[in-house]
């Protein structure tokens, strides 16, 4: 055996080294992709960059080669790019620390540069390559030294013709030298890594595909025309600059779940199963429910952990049915008192079933939201939503059966973590603008914002400027009572420091509730004080 060949063998094992380092980048890369942003997958963005800069004529004959096949060349060549790339760089890192680290940054910014810049890339789309880069290095540079240690041992004792470190029992760590030592430990990590970066790797592109696909079902699926729609009165909306919209656009929409990922659904094998205390067990799919023939209905929903002010409330055009038909189908048995919905991904609300049978609320199953079928994260293909209710009580989003029980005998997901079985939406108002905080010019300037009570409407708001007296506000026209409507009052804004204070009263003539209360156990309350700086 000639002195060097023991090095060259370990060239090969820092080709590994970098391929697994490689790998880890792209497999971390596809899960954080999934969580924070779709977009972000290297391999994607990279080949939509490259098809993006190549010229026609490449183009063409790439078509004209590969076919209906030229993505998939694309990706094939693109692959094979990232294996030699990783190769390299694991040899470079062994050669010379820490070139290789420095190949996987520079390979790292430019994905993210190719990621950033994609059409409709959303804000946090750098995070999955710039994690994936930090995550990639940390395992190139430990398997690297682990090698390293090994190399440096066997170059050692073959040198005085002992021993190469290769027919080392495993496990056994007494005896073991430094060199078995780190070629024990070398494999171990490279194996765990390599096994881990493959699964996560293969799942996470697995679903990101499913996602891919149901969304472009979503996409191209057309709801039936409504039989009514929502007459939205004149004078329902106010020109005012911060003020919230009367219809909140979905992409703004706040969005508050328990799932990690979205759940996707393919409306075609969706089914709603109605059973409990039903006379008759009620299968039903999603075409089963257009079918019912669906309605356009205002309403704003509300999360309990929406604080004073907060932003955790949204107003929207649902299309859909009412609730209580679906439950009809079923029959629902005397004693009952409660419906647990539940979704797809284990998540539960217990809503009272009154809430859903009652004649003059329009508790419904929705699957248009503003025009357009479900967003994904908003509940696709079917929800429910039900006006007066906290979300959590009452939105189930990815539905998938309604089991119509009893408070006593069932229990809702964030019942036993905190949060009442039951919980009607406390009325309330908010500024939108000015912000708090913010400076604005003296002069006239415009207080605005949003009040809502479903279900019950609001009567008045109320504005109190530096804890003066209580004034009313002028309220848009109301679409609805299950709809926030807006206010404004003009101020003629002087100099220095003010606070702004609003309060509501509902149809009921009931005063928001002035006592502030938390989040939980049933949602937060107290009047809205905000600070304003008038220059
Ligand atoms: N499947 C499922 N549905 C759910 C939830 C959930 O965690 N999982 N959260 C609920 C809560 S707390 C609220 S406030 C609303 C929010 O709906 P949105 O995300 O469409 O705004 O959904 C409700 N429906
Ligand atoms: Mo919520």
């Given at each position: 055996?000639?002195?060097?060949?023991?090095?060259?063998?370990f060239?090969?094992?820092?080709?590994?080294?970098?391929?697994?380092?490689?790998?880890?980048?792209?497999?971390?890369?596809?899960?954080?992709?999934?969580?924070?942003?779709?977009?972000?997958?290297?391999?994607?963005?990279?080949?939509?960059?490259?098809?993006?800069?190549?010229?026609?004529?490449?183009?063409?004959?790439?078509?004209?080669?590969?076919?209906?096949?030229?993505k998939?060349?694309?990706?094939?060549?693109?692959?094979?790019?990232?294996?030699?790339?990783?190769?390299?760089?694991?040899?470079?890192?062994?050669?010379?620390?820490?070139?290789?680290?420095?190949?996987?940054?520079?390979?790292?910014?430019?994905?993210?540069?190719?990621?950033?810049?994609?059409?409709?890339?959303?804000?946090?789309?750098?995070?999955?390559?710039?994690?994936?880069?930090?995550?990639?290095?940390?395992?190139?540079?430990?398997?690297?030294?682990?090698?390293?240690a090994?190399?440096?041992?066997?170059?050692?004792?073959?040198?005085?013709?002992?021993?190469?470190?290769?027919?080392?029992?495993?496990?056994?760590?007494?005896?073991?030298?430094?060199?078995?030592?780190?070629?024990?430990?070398?494999?171990?990590?490279?194996?765990?890594?390599?096994?881990?970066?493959?699964?996560v790797?293969?799942?996470?592109?697995?679903?990101?595909?499913?996602?891919?696909?149901v969304?472009?079902?979503?996409?191209?699926?057309?709801?039936?025309?409504?039989?009514?729609?929502v007459?939205?009165?004149?004078?329902?909306?106010?020109d005012?600059?911060?003020?919230?919209?009367?219809?909140?656009?979905?992409?703004?929409?706040?969005?508050?779940?328990?799932?990690?990922?979205?759940?996707t659904?393919?409306?075609?094998?969706?089914?709603?199963?109605?059973?409990?205390?039903?006379?008759?067990?009620?299968?039903?799919?999603?075409?089963?429910?257009?079918?019912?023939?669906?309605?356009?209905?205002?309403?704003?929903?509300?999360?309990?952990?929406?604080?004073?002010?907060?932003?955790l409330?949204?107003?929207?055009?649902?299309?859909?049915?009412?609730?209580?038909?679906?439950?009809?189908?079923?029959?629902?048995?005397?004693?009952?008192?409660?419906?647990?919905?539940?979704s797809?991904?284990?998540?539960?609300?217990?809503?009272?079933?009154?809430?859903?049978?009652?004649e003059?609320?329009?508790?419904?199953?929705?699957?248009?939201?503003?025009?357009?079928?479900?967003?994904?994260?908003?509940?696709?293909?079917?929800?429910?939503?039900?006006?007066?209710?906290?979300?959590?009580?009452?939105?189930?989003?990815?539905?998938?059966?309604?089991?119509?029980?009893?408070?006593?005998?069932?229990?809702?997901?964030w019942?036993?973590?905190?949060?009442?079985?039951?919980?009607?939406?406390?009325?309330?108002?908010?500024?939108?603008?000015?912000k708090?905080?913010?400076?604005?010019?003296?002069?006239?300037?415009?207080?605005?914002?949003?009040?809502w009570?479903?279900?019950?409407?609001?009567?008045?708001?109320?504005?109190?400027?530096d804890?003066?007296?209580?004034?009313?506000?002028?309220?848009?026209?109301?679409?609805?009572?299950?709809?926030?409507?807006?206010?404004?009052?003009?101020?003629?804004?002087?100099?220095?420091?003010?606070?702004?204070?609003?309060?509501?009263?509902?149809?009921?003539?009931?005063?928001?509730?002035?006592?502030?209360?938390?989040?939980?156990?049933?949602?937060?309350?107290?009047?809205?004080?905000?600070?304003?700086?008038?220059?």
């Amino acid at each position: 055996m000639s002195r060097n060949a023991p090095r060259k063998r370990f060239f090969l094992w820092a080709a590994l080294a970098g391929l697994i380092g490689g790998g880890t980048f792209l497999a971390t890369a596809e899960l954080l992709a999934l969580i924070v942003a779709r977009e972000a997958s290297p391999i994607l963005a990279v080949g939509g960059f490259v098809i993006d800069i190549v010229p026609q004529p490449f183009k063409e004959f790439a078509i004209a080669t590969f076919g209906e096949y030229d993505k998939i060349a694309l990706l094939a060549g693109l692959g094979l790019a990232v294996v030699i790339a990783s190769a390299i760089a694991g040899i470079l890192q062994l050669v010379k620390a820490p070139l290789g680290v420095i190949a996987l940054v520079i390979a790292g910014a430019l994905s993210t540069a190719a990621i950033v810049t994609r059409a409709g890339a959303t804000p946090l789309a750098f995070l999955p390559p710039v994690i994936a880069t930090v995550v990639g290095s940390i395992i190139l540079v430990l398997l690297v030294r682990r090698l390293r240690a090994w190399r440096d041992g066997v170059v050692e004792t073959t040198r005085d013709g002992i021993d190469d470190g290769d027919d080392v029992a495993a496990g056994d760590h007494r005896t073991a030298t430094p060199t078995q030592l780190g070629r024990r430990q070398f494999f171990v990590l490279a194996g765990i890594t390599a096994a881990a970066a493959a699964v996560v790797g293969v799942a996470s592109r697995v679903v990101s595909t499913t996602v891919a696909s149901v969304a472009s079902i979503r996409d191209s699926l057309k709801l039936p025309s409504p039989k009514s729609t929502v007459t939205v009165p004149d004078g329902a909306e106010l020109d005012i600059k911060g003020l919230s919209s009367l219809y909140t656009p979905n992409k703004d929409f706040y969005r508050v779940d328990t799932a990690l990922t979205v759940p996707t659904i393919d409306p075609a094998t969706w089914r709603l199963v109605i059973d409990g205390m039903v006379d008759n067990r009620v299968e039903m799919s999603f075409q089963d429910i257009l079918d019912m023939g669906l309605d356009e209905y205002s309403i704003t929903l509300t999360c309990v952990s929406n604080e004073v002010g907060g932003e955790l409330v949204g107003s929207a055009k649902w299309l859909g049915v009412p609730l209580r038909e679906v439950l009809k189908k079923a029959g629902v048995k005397d004693g009952a008192d409660m419906v647990l919905s539940k979704s797809v991904d284990g998540y539960t609300a217990s809503t009272p079933l009154s809430a859903l049978t009652d004649e003059n609320l329009d508790a419904i199953l929705a699957v248009g939201m503003n025009g357009e079928p479900l967003p994904l994260e908003h509940g696709f293909p079917v929800r429910m939503v039900v006006p007066g209710l906290y979300g959590y009580v009452s939105a189930t989003k990815w539905l998938t059966e309604l089991k119509v029980t009893t408070f006593e005998k069932d229990e809702a997901y964030w019942t036993p973590r905190g949060y009442s079985a039951e919980a009607p939406i406390k009325f309330s108002s908010r500024i939108d603008t000015p912000k708090l905080g913010a400076a604005v010019d003296a002069g006239k300037v415009p207080i605005a914002g949003v009040a809502w009570a479903q279900s019950v409407g609001i009567e008045r708001v109320e504005v109190s400027i530096d804890d003066g007296d209580w004034q009313a506000a002028t309220l848009s026209a109301p679409v609805n009572e299950d709809t926030w409507v807006q206010w404004f009052v003009e101020w003629d804004a002087t100099p220095g420091t003010h606070y702004v204070a609003v309060r509501a009263v509902n149809k009921n003539g009931d005063l928001q509730i002035e006592e502030r209360a938390p989040i939980a156990p049933d949602g937060s309350s107290g009047w809205q004080r905000s600070l304003i700086r008038v220059v």
